[in-house]
């Protein structure tokens, strides 16, 4: 057995308590005179009423050197008072403490040593705590005149809100949900013309970016978004909107969901069927409008909106429109902000741009900056967003019957799946691959298709010998090239290839056009490369490039294309059927890279042993010393 000194205690936790240090003995903590008495004089004053615990805390840290808190003095207080002030305690002859009724030693009556007062309180001191307490009450009183104060504003807010003046904003369910009885009592007579489901339509419509897209899944309440947001600012005067289809007869579905929200919303409101126009009572106007081709757009030359929306976006071929469109984006009224709106579901003939302008740029529903200084946003849609839709189940099984592709884009809102694509099957997934180094042996070939004004684009290709895949290593994309500039430009290029590269030219090229010069083609020729006229027959060239297109048994497809020939990607994936000719793509589309591809694959390309391979190589590298003889 240890002997344990007087005055140890155990250790029964990790917090080394004031007044005692870590001891040799294990499990017990060794006192610290000095800081134990000194905790007995300021807690006596405490007890006394000489200091407050925030002052004894500061001497006692003060005097000892190691730091206490106004709070660890209050637990010291808390403790049994008897062990540290005997003295003030009533004692029996045998020493013991005389108890009180509950069991508790009994104090000493009478004020203790050192009172200067009654109650053992200076009058400065009580002039402080009556100040202290008076504090305590305004404090108190400033918090709840603050917090009725704001209360009232937010009531005044939504008041306002649903008055007809100023009916500019959504009110949300929090916001009801938040306001007094007296309020919600008020609004019991009131008629909800427009509810949005919570989730991505409220945030469509409380987005503060200058151009956003909402798109996903069909039946996500995009159409019915677009037709309320213009009305954020309908009790402006100068407040001019435009909601935009593809067609009139599309439009017309519109204008009917129009008609039966904005007369409610605005008593007052008259349609002029004519110009497609809402004009409202404070002299603000929503107009319908369509675009079915680029030209269009000059329709709206010379005009000025304040907020211009386009449902079902992806039915633009091209970016053109809509950039053209936010030039006509400015208001006159310095309180009113302008806005670009849209919506759309995967798939049509623009959906390529559309997912390269607002969803690749960043995270779903982040805000970002566009390259031409936009802020911009992509809120996704899904089906599970509307409940007046998806409750019953049974839109989402018309959904699910729908071919794959279809479902893909409607159901699940995907967005790598081209509906308006003459390639369907091409899956970035299996045909784009990450570069590799490439095998010198292996055959090389290239295709060209050639424009000025225009794109012109060759492709590098190499067979894998061992299953026959072709694959795509390299792309050249531009447009004002000479026949001498594009030789120069593919030389350079070929200087990583070991040996130089023969491939196929577009037959155009090859053409004389009324000059004396040389062609494209015998330009290319000139600068040492070997070239011959293009097949272009475009239906068996198109497809070839299904086949190629095709996964074989191994689950490798013939055609792969390294992910550093984007416009080729791009165009695999977006390039539409042609509208006259579903045997055929849309000439009209960009298709440079794709004719490239087609002369290429139209060229027969073969693999070749790495046997074959030498012989050429050899033959290639042969130079007679006299041309006459040939040796």
């Not at 009556?109 to 002039?127: D, Q």
């Not at 309440?221 to 001019?240: F, N, Q, T």
């Not at 439009?251 to 008259?270: C, N, T, V």
């Not at 107009?287 to 081709?293: D, K, N, P, V």
Request: proline content about 6%.
């Amino acid at each position: 057995m240890i002997d344990i000194p007087s005055g140890y205690i155990k250790k029964k936790s990790v917090t080394i308590p004031f007044g005692y240090r870590i001891s040799p003995i294990k499990g017990y903590l060794e006192p610290i005179p000095e800081q134990l008495k000194a905790l007995k004089k300021y807690l006596n004053g405490i007890t006394n009423k000489h200091y407050s615990l925030r002052e004894a805390a500061k001497l006692l840290t003060q005097e000892t050197g190691r730091s206490i808190s106004h709070v660890g003095l209050k637990k010291q207080l808390n403790k049994n008072l008897w062990e540290l002030f005997p003295e003030q305690y009533e004692i029996n002859e045998d020493g013991s403490f005389v108890l009180n009724d509950n069991g508790k030693p009994r104090r000493k009556g009478g004020r203790p040593s050192g009172s200067t007062s009654k109650y053992n309180y200076s009058a400065e001191h009580k002039r402080k705590l009556k100040l202290n307490k008076e504090k305590k009450e305004i404090i108190k009183a400033k918090k709840k005149i603050a917090y009725k104060e704001n209360k009232i504003k937010q009531e005044k807010k939504l008041l306002d809100k649903i008055t007809e003046s100023n009916n500019s904003k959504i009110i949300t369910e929090d916001e009801l949900k938040n306001t007094t009885p007296s309020v919600q009592e008020s609004l019991k007579d009131k008629h909800i013309i427009f509810h949005p489901n919570e989730g991505p339509q409220t945030n469509f419509l409380a987005s503060g970016e200058k151009d956003v897209l909402y798109g996903g899944a069909a039946g996500g309440g995009k159409s019915y978004a677009m037709i309320v947001d213009p009305l954020r600012y309908a009790h402006k005067k100068a407040h001019r909107a435009l909601i935009l289809r593809r067609s009139m007869p599309e439009l017309r579905e519109m204008i009917d969901k129009s008609r039966e929200l904005y007369p409610q919303a605005f008593p007052g409101a008259k349609f002029k069927e004519v110009e497609k126009l809402w004009q409202f009572p404070s002299g603000a106007k929503v107009e319908f409008g369509f675009l079915e081709r680029d030209a269009d757009v000059y329709r709206y030359q010379g005009q000025a909106y304040s907020w211009i929306g386009f449902d079902e976006i992806t039915h633009l071929p091209t970016e053109f429109s809509w950039n053209y469109l936010a030039s006509r984006l400015r208001t006159t009224d310095p309180e009113i902000q302008t806005y670009l709106r849209c919506t759309a579901n995967p798939g049509g003939v623009g959906s390529h741009w559309v997912k390269k302008r607002y969803i690749e740029p960043s995270e779903h529903n982040t805000s970002f900056k566009g390259t031409d200084g936009l802020t911009r946003k992509f809120i996704p849609a899904k089906l599970a967003d509307n409940p007046f839709l998806s409750k019953d189940g049974i839109y989402e099984q018309m959904l699910k019957s729908l071919p794959p592709i279809q479902r893909r884009q409607l159901l699940e809102g995907n967005w790598d799946v081209n509906e308006g694509a003459a390639f369907v099957e091409f899956d970035p997934k299996s045909h784009v691959i990450t570069p590799f180094q490439l095998p010198v042996h292996w055959e090389r070939i290239k295709g060209i298709d050639y424009g000025y004004a225009s794109e012109s684009c060759c492709l590098w290709g190499i067979m894998d010998i061992n299953d026959g895949t072709l694959i795509i290593y390299r792309e050249l994309y531009r447009k004002n090239l000479t026949g001498v500039d594009l030789a120069a430009i593919i030389t350079d290029m070929e200087m990583e290839d070991p040996f130089s590269v023969s491939g196929v030219l577009d037959t155009a090229a090859w053409a004389r056009t009324g000059t004396t010069g040389p062609t494209v083609g015998e330009s290319l020729v000139r600068g040492g490369h070997k070239l011959r006229r293009a097949d272009k027959n475009r239906i068996q060239g198109k497809i070839q490039i299904h086949e190629y297109l095709k996964l074989k048994e191994n689950g490798r497809p013939k055609l792969q294309i390294f992910n550093t020939c984007p416009n080729l990607i791009r165009e695999l994936q977006s390039i539409p059927l042609s509208k006259t000719n579903p045997e055929d793509v849309d000439t009209h589309a960009s298709d440079h890279a794709y004719d490239a591809l087609r002369y290429m694959i139209m060229s027969r390309p073969r693999m070749e042993s790495p046997l074959e391979r030498l012989r050429g190589i050899k033959k290639e590298l042969y130079r007679p010393s006299d041309s006459t003889f040939g040796y």
